[in-house]
C-alpha cells in the first residue's frame, strides 16, 4: 500500500512537470462564463449559441479510456463532467493533463457544451489550465471521513467528501438567515453586546476568564448577554435581539458544547405569555424553511409544529416522570435520595432548585417529544424572572422542550432592582457554599434597572441545538464547523 508521503511526493514531480512545460500551477486569475449550477440550468440556452465557454471546478473523478478522458469536477454550486478527446486536441494539451492532473486538483476548462448518448451534459475540453494542483490525495471514495475525530478536525474534508455534512451546514445558515428574518420583520433591532466582561450574568454556569493587559483586569468570555440587552431596554430601544457566541467552561457531551451559539430577544411591554406565542411562531417558520411545512423527524419520531404547543407545569412533569409528588414540600435530604435513586449525582453546595433541575433534565426531559411548554419553575430556579402574580414561589417563565430536547429558555423579565439586588445576594449565598455557576451580584446591572426598566418578554434558543432537532443530528459537534478538540499525542 503507497504511504501518504509517497503519494505527495509523486503529486510534487507532477507540480515540477507542469513547471517544465510552461504551465503555472497556481495562476492569480481564474476564467468562467457560469457557475456549474448556472450551466445545468441553462444548458440548452448555452448550447445553441455554439460559442466556447470557460467553466472551472476541483476534479472529484477521473476515468482514463484509450485516447479518451472522462473527468468529474464541481465548483461548489454543482457537478459537472468534462470530456478529453486527444485525437480533437493539441497533442500537448491531452499529454499534459494525462500526465499530471489528479483528484482534488482545481482545473479551468475552455470547451464546448453537449449531451452524450447516455443523456449526461458535458463539455468537450479543447483547452484547459491548472489552478491548483493538490499535493494530498483526497480520501476515498466514501461518504464521510471513516475516523470520526478527523471528521471534526478536518471539517473540510468532511465537507468536500460528505453531501450530508455540506447540506447540514447549508440547512445552518438558512436557518440562521431565516431567523434574523422573523425578528427583523417583527420590528426587533439587531444588536452587538461585549464578549469580553468585567462581570459574568444572565446565566447559570462557571466561565472562562482571561486577563487584559492594557486596563491590568480579568476578564470574562460571556456566558450570555442578557443583562447588556436589558440595559438597552432602559435606554430606550424597545425590542432588541443579538446572535452571539456564548462561552462556559463545562463538560462536553452530545448536546453540551463550551463554546455555542444562541439567539437571545428581548421585548418592552410583553411577558412570558406573549412570547410563547411568539416563540410558537418562530418555529414554525424555522420549519417551514427546511420542510416546507409543518413537520419534521427527529430520531425516527414525527414532529408537529402546529400551534398551540402543549403546556406543562414543572412541578406535574416531575411528579409524573420522576414520582416526586411535591417539589415545594420536599427537602433537600429527601430529594438528594430521589436524585440517587434515579442515578442522578449530587455535587456538594448544590442547591435544591440545582438537584431538582438535574433530576428534570435526566428522568423527565427525555420524554417530552412533541413540543411542549414547560412552566411555573421555582423561585430560586431564575433568579432573572418575575414572580407570579398568584403564587410568589413561583416565576413567570417556561422552557421550550421538542424531542427530549431544552429548545428555549424564557420568561416575563425582572425588573424591580430591589428584589433582583436580593435574587443576587441569594445566589451570592449559594455560590458560598460550592455553586460555581451561581450568578453574581451586578452593580452596573441593578443601577440601570433603579432607572427604570419596562416591563419585557425575554426568550434564548441555543441555534446548535436547533440545528441539530431539524436536521435530525445527535452530536452538537456535527452542526459546529470547527469543534475545539483535544491534541493529539
Known sequence: M????????????????????????????????????????????????????????????????????????????????????????????????????????????????????????????????????????????????????????????????????????????????????????????????????????????????????????????????????????VGNFPKVFEIYKAFRNEGIDVTHYPEFTMVEWYESYSDADSQMAFVEQVVEVLVKELFKGKSFTWNEKDISVKKPFKRVTYASVLKRYALIPDIETIDREALSVKAKQLSVSVGEGESKEKILDNIFKKACRPKIIQPTFIIDYPANALPLAKKKEENDALVDAFQLVIGGVELSKGFSELNDSIEQRARFKGQEANRSTGDKEAQQLDEDFLEALEHGMPPAGGVGIGIDRLVMLLTDTKNIKDVILFPAMRQKE
Not at 448518448?117 to 468537450?124: A, G, N, V, Y
Not at 471528521?151 to 473540510?156: A, E, I, L, P
Open 2 to 233: 503507497t504511504s501518504l508521503d509517497e503519494l505527495r511526493n509523486e503529486r510534487i514531480k507532477k507540480l515540477e512537470v507542469l513547471q517544465e512545460r510552461g504551465r503555472v500551477p497556481y495562476p492569480v486569475f481564474a476564467r468562467y462564463d457560469a457557475t456549474l449550477k448556472e450551466t445545468r440550468e441553462k444548458f440548452t440556452t448555452l448550447v445553441k449559441r455554439k460559442k466556447p465557454l470557460f467553466l472551472v471546478g476541483r476534479v472529484t473523478a477521473l476515468r482514463k479510456q484509450g485516447g479518451l478522458i472522462f473527468l468529474n469536477f464541481t465548483d461548489g454550486t454543482d457537478t459537472f463532467q468534462g470530456l478529453f478527446k486527444k485525437n480533437e486536441m493539441y497533442v500537448n494539451e491531452f499529454k499534459d493533463f494525462a500526465d499530471t492532473v489528479d483528484v482534488g486538483d482545481f482545473v479551468e476548462l475552455q470547451g464546448t457544451l453537449f449531451t452524450t448518448k447516455k443523456r449526461e451534459k458535458t463539455i468537450l475540453v479543447k483547452k484547459w489550465n491548472m489552478l491548483v494542483k493538490s499535493l494530498r490525495p483526497l480520501p476515498e471514495k466514501w461518504h464521510g471521513l471513516k475516523d470520526v475525530e478527523e471528521k471534526f478536525r478536518k471539517r473540510y474534508l468532511d465537507t468536500l467528501m460528505s453531501s450530508e455534512s455540506r447540506e447540514r451546514f447549508i440547512s445552518r445558515s438558512r436557518l440562521i438567515g431565516a431567523l434574523r428574518r422573523v425578528l427583523t420583520e417583527a420590528d426587533f433591532l439587531e444588536v452587538e453586546t461585549p464578549v469580553l466582561q468585567p462581570l459574568y450574568g444572565g446565566a447559570s454556569a462557571e466561565p472562562f476568564v482571561t486577563h487584559h493587559n492594557a486596563l491590568d483586569v480579568d476578564l470574562y468570555l460571556r456566558i450570555s448577554n442578557e443583562l447588556y440587552l436589558k440595559r438597552l431596554l
